[in-house]
Nanobody, 115 residues
Framework: QVRLVESGGASVQSGGSLRLSCAAS????????MNWYRQAPGKERVFVAS???????DYADSVKNRFTISRDNVWRKTYLQITNLRPEDTAVYYC?????????WGQGTQVTVSS
């Protein structure tokens, strides 16, 4: 069974940085595109970033130049480095993979940014 576990969320001040991690198991990690989404209070879950098996990345316009997604195929982890945090980045951040046509999600990690 695919399992995703996020970590690294915290409460930080505006302008700060964080690195979120997602540990994957139950799948051949290196073969799959890994994604990060976020859900702000009272809003829908939205795409943040993705990284393909070959390392190609994609980002939502709102996070370009501040967020960096990466992956470690040996340790089966994906990371989201966030810099210059803003209050509007406050959200629960989720790791995601589409495996056998199904979406799998982690439990999420909370990021709270105060001004």
């Amino acid at each position: 069974q695919v399992r995703l576990v996020e970590s690294g969320g915290a409460s930080v001040q505006s302008g700060g940085s964080l690195r979120l991690s997602c540990a994957a198991s139950g799948m051949n990690f290196k073969l799959f595109t890994m994604n990060w989404y976020r859900q702000a209070p009272g809003k829908e879950r939205v795409f943040v970033a993705s990284i393909k098996q070959g390392g190609e990345t994609d980002y939502a316009d709102s996070v370009k130049n501040r967020f960096t997604i990466s992956r470690d195929n040996v340790w089966r982890k994906t990371y989201l480095q966030i810099t210059n945090l803003r209050p509007e980045d406050t959200a629960v951040y989720y790791c995601n993979v589409v495996y056998s046509g199904r979406n799998f999600w982690g439990q999420g990690t909370q990021v709270t940014v105060s001004s």
